[in-house]
């Protein structure tokens, strides 16, 4: 669910990881594919002190918030619930790999957030992510408001999507609101979301490409108590952004680079999201291994990998992302080394 956003690699994956020797592409990431498929995962970025403290007192009055009536304020109450409830639910996640069933696991600890997918199916399989509450990603803001409050983060979506809201929704018992993205430039995908009308929290997602295929549907089966979080938040650490040696010289429009949180190798990863899709770019200096070049499909995302020579250093470009391959490719192929 991209409220909450997805992109493999951008739920923690390492450019050692991507490279690892041995192990085809498709392996590499499969224990990532549970977080996409759950994609309530966004990567975040460092929050302000100002930013905590009005994280913390909407999730102490979230359940007493009115009903959101637009666009826009449906999108930024389920921003905040996606951060301020504790919850458990089990999802079922259809895509080019197939049909998976899942337990998903969302709590909160002294601010901390414990969000675990786990595989109902075959071999037990389960991806754990913690990240602090109210850490959310960063978008230019009016004056009013911080680049990593939801606010800001919802105005960058619709200036970059054409978004409608359609009422009396239906999922897994509970009623819902329906949110249907279309970007501008019709590149990138479509994006559907299902949002319940109780707690704001998301509780279906379809993505497809232009022509109306489907990709990918997310959804819940069961919610199981949702209760917002009451305790306080902490999070005036500094906002800071990887300075590799390296630049991503095309985008596509709205596409903004963010911070990363918890990297071993920001100088190597660079991570830039446009409210709903996100996309990552390693460059992994080339020793024994390397990918096979060119476009390798992983259910709804996509990885491109290109080799560039800089004096006697050969370097692989991974990019990974929820992007039309020639997209991601023609990103890939517009990264410059300074």
């Not at 449906?74 to 905040?80: D, G, H, P, T």
């Not at 983060?153 to 970059?160: K, L, P, Q, V």
């Not at 630049?247 to 190597?268: C, D, K, N, R, Y």
Request: hydrophobic share 40%; aromatic share 8%.
């Amino acid at each position: 669910m991209s409220n909450v956003g997805k992109g493999i690699a951008n739920r923690g994956m390492s450019a050692s990881a991507v490279t690892r020797k041995g192990i085809p592409v498709k392996k590499v990431f499969a224990l990532s594919l549970c977080v996409l498929s759950a994609n309530f995962f966004l990567v975040p970025a460092e929050a302000s002190s100002h930013d905590a403290s009005a994280a913390s007192s909407v999730c102490a009055s979230i359940v007493s918030q009115g009903t959101p009536e637009s666009v826009e304020q449906w999108l930024v109450y389920s921003r905040y619930a996606s951060h301020c409830y504790l919850f458990q639910a089990r999802a079922v996640s259809i895509d080019a790999l197939g049909v998976r069933t899942l337990a998903l696991s969302h709590r909160i600890h002294e601010g901390v957030r414990q969000q675990v997918v786990q595989h109902l199916d075959g071999p037990s399989v389960s991806v754990e992510r913690r990240s602090h509450v109210g850490r959310l990603a960063w978008f230019d803001a009016s004056e009013s408001d911080s680049p990593s409050m939801p606010e800001a983060w919802a105005t960058h979506i619709a200036d970059n999507y054409a978004i409608t809201l359609e009422n009396d929704a239906r999922v897994a018992g509970r009623s819902a609101v329906q949110l249907n993205f279309l970007p501008h430039d019709d590149e990138r995908y479509h994006h559907g979301w299902w949002v319940d009308q109780e707690t704001g929290l998301l509780l279906k997602s379809v993505l497809s490409d232009s022509q109306g295929r489907v990709l990918e549907t997310f959804q819940m089966t069961q919610l199981q108590s949702p209760e917002p979080y009451s305790g306080s938040i902490s999070g005036d650490n500094a906002y800071t952004m990887p300075d590799p040696g390296w630049q991503v010289t095309w985008l596509p429009e709205g596409f903004v680079a963010q911070p990363i949180e918890g990297s071993a190798s920001e100088t190597e990863h660079r991570f830039f999201s446009d409210g709903l899709a996100s996309l990552s770019i390693f460059a992994v200096p080339v020793t024994q291994t390397a990918l096979e070049p060119g476009i390798h499909t992983l259910g709804v995302s996509t990885v491109a990998v290109e080799f560039a020579t800089i004096g006697e250093q050969r370097w692989q470009l991974i990019g990974i992302g929820e992007l039309p391959p020639a997209l991601l490719l023609r990103i890939v192929q517009s990264v410059e080394f300074e």
